[in-house]
């Protein structure tokens, strides 16, 4: 599959009480298992994404300690334990975005009442499009506002979360890949990250043109599915994004990728996720059965 250039899609304004275009058919047949483009409301006009309103996180009593960001020159396959040094407060890097090459996120925003409305109301109209019951299977949801600076580049990863990433201010080119390509992302890579590493896939430059790549603007926003790996770049302009995302309960997905990485240790050749229905249920119910013994213990020795 070669790279998708997507074609331009006019920014539409939904209907006042919508966050959603609710015509894209995206929502209904492809959630969470192939990206698309889609259309929204947030501008930087809104009174949640404007500068003052942005800035307050970073004194904010509870949303300061998870405001994380970086600053300086980064490559696509970077690793995060060789990210630049950073010499500059977090303040710093947001009062000087323009020319700081830094990138902050600035996590779980539905601590705040007013990001959290926002959250829940997206999340609400994605459930209405969909279809789908999401509360059944949440484990958690969350906020976050990526605010970056010009020419500055996210690194490749991949996420735990099925994430709506929506464009605020500025332009930004996403760069995601199928999940399901086993060239792109091994089972091993998966295996590790749902295991003990965040930061388990490798970009590889040589799949690079099997890349779905789209050209983000103030309006238009990219869903990623639980898994697809992604790296972006902005271009010579200031950008902020607003993700809401949520996590599936660890029996979905987490708990078989565990048993597979411990089999795989053992020197076994585990059977891939969803090949079979009674392997991944029998795994599911291994490892949280480990996991209620380890508690167990942890319990008895704390008497």
Known sequence: MHATAVAEVPVKTPVQTSIFDPSNPGFHTDFDEKPFEFNHCFTADHPMFQLPRIRQILDHPVLMHHAYYDHGPIIIGQRWQQLPERKLTSKEVFDNIDEASGWMMLRHLEKDPEYNALLEQCLNEVKLLTGRQIDEDKKSQEAII???????????????????????????????????????????????FWSKDNNAGIYKPEFQ???????MRPGTGVHIPVNSPHWLKTPNNVSISFSISYQYKDSRRKHVYQANYYLRKMGLNPTPPGKSAILDNTKRAAVSLGFAGKNLIKKIKGK
């Open 146 to 192: 990526f605010f970056t600076s010009p020419n500055r580049i996210t690194a490749y990863h991949i996420d735990r979360e099925c994430n709506f990433l929506m464009q605020v201010s500025g332009n930004k080119e996403m760069n995601i890949f199928d999940r399901n390509d086993r060239d792109v992302t091994p089972e091993t890579e998966l295996e590790t």
């Open 209 to 215: 043109d099997r890349a779905y790549v789209y050209q």
